[in-house]
């Protein structure tokens, strides 16, 4: 257990980090609303990787966001239903399967992306490009520090 400035340091970062995630999560819940009263708001982080990485397996999808296959299984499984994604047969593994947004998600990820990015500008209005590279360069820091 750490001690003294350490442990008021560890405190702080426990304390940012809480309020980032509830603010997060109520970031994705509205996303999610709006996409489909069904849909888990967890299920956005999976149609943005869709967005970013392209079609995908599910266990790469699990992988990357460091949880269990059952659990993206059944949100893919959501999202599927709602005709959200679509899946096809993996051509390299005739028992797996390949992931991707449906067209018309493409442009409602694309859009809610550009949203997204505007109100982060409005937000970092005031921080310099230095700041910005240095905040990238820690949460790529953090995110390696938890996983």
């Known amino acids: 257990m750490p001690v003294g400035a350490a442990a008021a340091g560890i405190d702080a970062v426990e304390r940012e980090l809480a309020m980032l995630v509830r603010r997060t999560r109520s970031a994705s819940r509205r996303l999610a609303e709006e996409l489909h009263r069904d849909v888990d708001p967890t299920a956005y982080s999976l149609l943005v990787r869709l967005s970013e990485a392209g079609e995908s397996r599910p266990s790469d999808l699990a992988e990357h966001f460091g949880v269990g296959k059952p659990t993206v299984g059944r949100q893919l499984a959501c999202l599927e ?52 590279a240095d905040l990238a360069r820690t949460l790529a820091r953090l995110n390696d520090a938890l996983r």
């Open 81 to 132: 239903e709602r005709a959200l994604v679509a899946r096809r047969p993996d051509p390299d593994d005739g028992r797996a399967h390949i992931m991707a947004l449906t067209a018309q998600r493409e442009s409602w990820v694309a859009r809610q992306r550009e949203r997204r990015q505007a109100a982060l500008c409005e937000s970092f209005a005031a921080w310099s490009d230095d700041e910005l």
